[in-house]
Each structure stands twice: as C-alpha cells, then as structure tokens.
C-alpha cells in the first residue's frame, strides 16, 4: 500500500494463479475436498478448505515453508486465494496444521479415487500404458515417534531408515511410490510407504489399485527391475495384465546369454536411429534387436537391445574405472615403499586394496597380488655416539609388496556385452520399436516428476515433526503434481495442435521446444493490478497489460485473458 496526499494506491500481485486457479476449478478439487472433510464448525472464522487451496495453490506456484505461507499470502489478491481481504491474516502455521490434520483424518483413498476418475473424464487422458517407479524422501531428525502407531484410529508410516535412493545413509527417510499414463506423465496414483519398504513388495498393490482404476486389466504396466520378481509377474500376468520391465542382472538368464554372446553373434535387427543427445551433428544412437536365445524360466518374451553410445559410454566408463583404480593403487604402492608404510600385516594392506577397488568400481578388471620381504635394520644396543667397539643389533622388518594388473579375460568378456540391455515383457503382440519405445522412452517421465516433486515443489527436506500432518502434506504435493503436469501437457497438446515448434519463453527469448509447467509459471509471476483509491473510493484501475507471449499461452491453455481482470 502506497500513499500520496489524499491518494492510496493498493498493489497486488496476480502472478500464475488466475492460470493455476483455471485448472484447479476443472480439476473441482475443493469441491471433493468439501465432500470429504468433516463438516466445518461454525465457529471457525477460516475453514479447512480454503487453508488447504491456499496450501496447493503455494506448492504450484512458489514454495515456501508452511511458517512463510501467510506471509506469501498477503502479496497477492485475495480472491485468487479462494479468500476475503479479512481472512488473509488468519493464516498461520498452526492453522495450517489443523487443516493437514483434518486432511489426514478424512478418508483420503476415496477422495483421491474421486478425484482421479473426474481428471481423467475432464481431461480426457488415456489409461492404456502405466509407468511406475519410487524414490525416497530423506527427513532430517530422529522421528522417534513415527513408529506406525494409529494416530486418532488411523495407521500411520514408518520413519526409519532404509536404502536410501539420494545417497543419504545418514538421514532416515519415507518411500514415495508415483504412477503416471504414458498420455503427458498425469500422475494417476500414489502412495506414501515405509522407509525400509523393498520397491519389489509394492507392484502387486498398485497393479490392482490401476485394475479398479481403469475397469479392467487391459493396461500396459511398466517399470524397472523391482518388478521383476516371479510372484509379481505371474500375479499380471495370471491376472490378464500386461507388463514392461527390465530384467536384473542378478537373474540366470543374463549370464547365460553373456556366456552365449563370447562365441556367437547374435541376429540384431536395427530397430531406430535416435539423435545424439547432446552433440547436434554427431553420430546417431542406432538401437538394435534380437530374441533371447535363451528363453525366459518363466516362459516370457525376452528381448535383447543393444545401444551405439551405451556401447560407448560402457566403455569408457569401464577405462575411467580402471585409470582411476590405477592410479589410487600406485600411490599405495608409493606409500608401502615408503619409510613409513604404516601397514602392519598383509589383511590391512588387503582391506586398503579392496576398498580402493570398490571405491572406484573397478573389482572386476584388477587383479592384485600382495607379497612380503624381511629387511635387516641395525640399532645400537646402548645409546651414545657409535664407535669401533660399538655394539649392534639386528633386526627384521617385515615390509609389503603390492603388484597388480589388468584381467584381459574379464575385459574382453565384458566388452563383448558393451551396450546390451534386456527388456522382459508377456505383450506377443508388441514389436521390438514398440517394446523399446514404451521403457526406453517413457519411463524416465516418472522420474522427471520425481525430479519435480524434490527440485520444485521443494517437498524435501520436510520442516514437520508430525508423521500424520507429513502424510497430509504428501497429498497435497500430489495433487500440485496433477496441476503442474496437466498444465504442460495442455499446452504441448496444442502447440502440435497448432503445429507451433517453439515459444520463446528462455531468457532472452530463446526458444523452447518442450515447455515446462515451472517455466511457464515464471511467464506471469511479476504481474500485478493496482487500485487507486481517494479517501477509501476507488479512483482508478490498473489491469496488468498481457505480452503477446502471455496471451498466446493463455490462449493455447484455453484461459481467458479476463481472467486477469479482476471483477
């Protein structure tokens, strides 16, 4: 608020959410949220509704902490919030927390089937191919309490530590399970898992949740290696259900066709040439494939690809583990040499060896071989200034060798298998293209909105104590999650649509060819409306004037400009 003599001048932030707000008013979360919540008390001057739109509307567009939301609230205009000028104030941690407490209290599995089944019908996105995958999400503190214990009659998860995917030992941690469709990566599905949960225990749960989702079992499942467990594919498959996934090095079946591979060459058949990811003339990726000729144990379809560049880069990557193992073992060598070793038996020289080798992934291509050597030292058998009838004596001192060398059998056997990968799959019907596409492709998409939920939405690290307010929270990210990517979907959609390759939405008004929710958010965060106002009478409005950028992009997400005229 700004003041002149006998003027006021209110300025407001509009931002993204005129936008955001479109696509939550067609997702009609508030109105599942009313369904589902208690029945608010008359009583309370700000109800659990509004908080938790808040709390969404905060996560899509600028993530704070939960003790910075009111603060954050108050640049912007109110009834963009869902609020009244006069409830803004009322926001505050504590009252956030009531709302994620009553969150977690409702029946949160039916409003999110609920919620779901409308997105989909709304939307109009296909449930023919699903692709699952987990991460971890790391919390900082002892969480003592967050045993599983029933909070107010509901079972809560398990803080505890686990295989952590962020490469924090350290830090106890939740798993988080996403399901997306292959038609824009909509986040369909979710589920918030102990921290120790095994990834493989989950798939049979979340298969049947997308069966009842979808109305039958005629979807495509995909997903990475901790699907590959007979009780899980024999459950799908059993089931009429169709899945994807990679097989595990650790089964049979990889080993011998390694073993295969030594004397014979397979029949790859070239299936597509890809782009150079990063170099805009280099060579293709060209993929090719074959049959296993070794057949599933299962009796499932087992395909073999191979990759140009992941052949490339397992090779490099296998001389950069040796160079680097190399060179760590001379210096130990240097140091056993040395005057002062400091090695005192062949196990401790072992163990250094070992840790070197593991350190730098390079077990399987160094041998070493550890050997020792007595050398006599000569010390004075009484102190003072040695002479001709000085007597010594003559000591031992063990001393280590270290030599080692590359294992040309095992690198030959590896280089052999450069670039292969194997996809298991029970689709007959699917070609190799078809097959890779569906992994190779689409299944970093579940990973991106891993990316998404961590980097932009800021869900870790977690500033909450209670396990049941964090499980509301969780939630609530989901649901940002659906709103960022259905934004980005809508807008690339008609960008084909409109056969537009590229908006200049970069700084400096570069192009972009695959626009994402967070960049086009940032289109709009600085526009603001201002309301000039003599002795409490509006005087005058200043609407935000539209860039061209702006409104095409309203344009193609079937907003209306008007929406940044505020009524």
């Known amino acids: 608020m700004a003041t002149t003599p006998g003027f006021e001048l209110d300025s407001k932030l509009l931002g993204a959410l005129p936008l955001v707000n479109h696509f939550i008013g067609r997702l009609r979360f508030e109105h599942f949220l009313r369904r589902h919540l208690p029945t608010p008390d008359p009583r309370v001057q700000l109800e659990t509704v ?29 009834s963009l919030l869902g609020l009244r000028a006069t409830q803004v104030p009322l926001l505050n941690d504590d009252r956030e927390g009531r709302a994620l407490d009553q969150l977690f209290d409702a029946d949160r599995s039916s409003l999110l089937t609920e919620l779901v089944v409308h ?29 599983g214990k029933l909070v107010r009659g509901k079972p809560t998860v398990v803080v505890t530590y686990g295989n952590s995917k962020d490469h924090r030992p350290d830090l106890k941690q939740l798993l988080w399970i996403l399901t997306v469709s292959s038609d824009g990566a909509i986040p369909v599905h979710f589920k918030v898992a102990d921290g120790n949960t095994e990834d493989s225990t989950t798939h049979v ?18 997903a990475d290696s901790k699907l590959c467990t007979r009780p899980n ?15 595990p090095r650790t089964r049979k079946e990889d080993r011998l066709f390694k073993d295969w591979l030594q004397h014979n060459v397979p029949a790859w058949e070239e299936v597509v040439r890809k782009p150079h ?8 990726d060209v993929f090719s494939a074959c049959a296993s000729p070794i057949p599933d144990g299962d009796g499932f379809r087992l395909l073999w690809f191979q990759s140009t560049h992941k052949m490339e880069r397992d090779a490099q990557t296998r001389r950069d583990a040796i160079q680097s193992a190399s060179k760590a073992l001379v210096q130990l060598q240097a140091r056993l040499e040395g005057s002062r070793p400091r090695f005192r038996s062949r196990v401790a020289v072992a163990r250094a060896v070992e840790k070197i080798l593991k350190e730098k992934h390079a077990e399987r291509w160094l041998e070493y071989k550890i050997s020792l050597s007595a050398e006599p030292r000569y010390h004075q058998e009484k102190r003072g200034r040695p002479g001709n009838k000085t007597r010594w004596r003559r000591e031992l001192r063990t001393r280590f060798h270290l030599d080692f060398s590359q294992r040309g059998d095992q690198i030959t056997y590896d280089a052999r298998c450069d670039g292969i990968f194997p996809l298991l799959t029970d689709c007959l019907d699917l070609s190799f293209l078809q097959v890779l596409e569906a992994y190779k492709c689409k299944q970093p998409m579940v990973e991106k909105r891993h990316d998404l939920l961590k980097n932009v939405e800021a869900a870790t690290p977690i500033y909450l104590k209670s396990i049941s307010r964090i ?4 939630f609530v990210h989901f649901v940002a999650l659906m709103v960022h990517a259905l934004i980005e979907r809508q807008l690339r959609t008609a960008m084909a649509t409109k056969e537009v390759s590229e908006l200049p939405l970069y700084p400096e008004d570069r ?30 409005r200043f609407d935000p004037e539209l860039t061209e950028l702006q409104a095409t992009i309203l344009e193609m997400l079937g907003v209306a400009t008007e929406a940044y005229r505020e009524p």
């Open 50 to 78: 509004p908080v938790l739109g808040v709390l969404l509307r905060n996560l899509i567009v600028a993530r704070v902490p939960l003790y910075s939301v009111g603060e954050w609230a108050r640049e912007f205009v109110p």
């Open 119 to 147: 997105m989909v019908r709304e939307f109009d996105v296909a449930l023919e191919q699903f692709h699952n995958d987990s991460t971890t999400l790391s919390l900082h503190g002892e969480y003592r309490s967050s045993t």
């Open 205 to 222: 749960e979340t298969w049947e949740v997308l069966r009842r989702l979808v109305g039958s079992a005629s979807f495509l499942y995909i």
């Open 233 to 247: 594919l024999k459950h799908i498959h059993g089931s009429g259900g169709r899945f994807i996934t990679v097989m």
């Open 277 to 284: 990811p990063r170099l805009k003339h280099g060579p293709p």
């Open 471 to 474: 499980e509301a929270l969780l």
């Open 511 to 540: 192009d972009c060819k695959a626009p994402s929710t967070a960049r086009i958010l940032e289109v709009f965060e600085m526009l603001q409306r201002h309301l000039l106002c003599r002795r409490g009478k509006l005087v005058q």
